[in-house]
């Protein structure tokens, strides 16, 4: 009896992420498309310079660190094969109206090598804030929007 039990919570296990993740695949890789732009067609304001605020995909630190002297940014390392990297970015997506300026970078878990060792990230669905230098400001794993809210660091105003 146990045995059909696992079987079923297996069977669940795989094709759950699979039918809830809402993503589409693609052709080449099979994995699901993790790159979202803010819902006015891209993070880029009328002067070529990026708004603050909303998801970006990482393509370089230089690029973050340039958002990040102007508003919060995060560098999320997430996964395409991981099921709550995806549930993240759909929360995130659906929610960018209330970052309230805060960029989000997704960043690729596994192809981002040496961006995981300079900020010590161990396991995909973490969060790093960065500040204008590139320092860590904070760090934590887990969560949507709600933590990310809770956890952003602003800059006090004296």
């Known amino acids: ?9 297996f069977g669940l296990i795989v094709a ?3 039918v ?3 993503t589409e695949e693609t052709e080449e890789t099979g994995s699901p498309d993790m790159s979202m732009e803010s819902p006015a067609g891209g993070p880029e304001s009328s002067t070529g310079e990026m708004a603050a ?3 970006v995909t990482y393509t370089n630190l230089d690029d973050a660190r340039t958002q990040a002297e102007r508003a919060p940014v995060l560098l999320f390392f997430n996964a395409s094969w991981c099921p709550t990297c995806r549930a993240a970015v759909a929360d995130i997506a659906s929610r960018q ?3 309230d300026g805060i960029t ?3 960043v690729d878990y596994d192809r981002e090598r040496e961006l995981k060792r ?3 990230v161990s396991s995909q669905h973490t969060y790093v804030q960065i500040d204008a230098s590139g320092e860590a ?6 969560g949507g929007i709600d933590l990310i809210l809770y956890n952003v660091v602003r800059e006090q105003r004296s």
Do not use: D, Q
């Open 137 to 142: 400001v904070t760090l934590w794993n887990g």
């Open 104 to 106: 989000v970078f997704l």
């Open 53 to 55: 605020g909303g998801i």
């Open 20 to 22: 809830s993740s809402g």
């Open 118 to 120: 300079r900020y010590g």
């Open 1 to 9: 009896m146990k045995l059909i039990h696992l079987v079923i919570v």
């Open 97 to 99: 109206a209330e970052l």
């Open 16 to 18: 759950f992420p699979a």
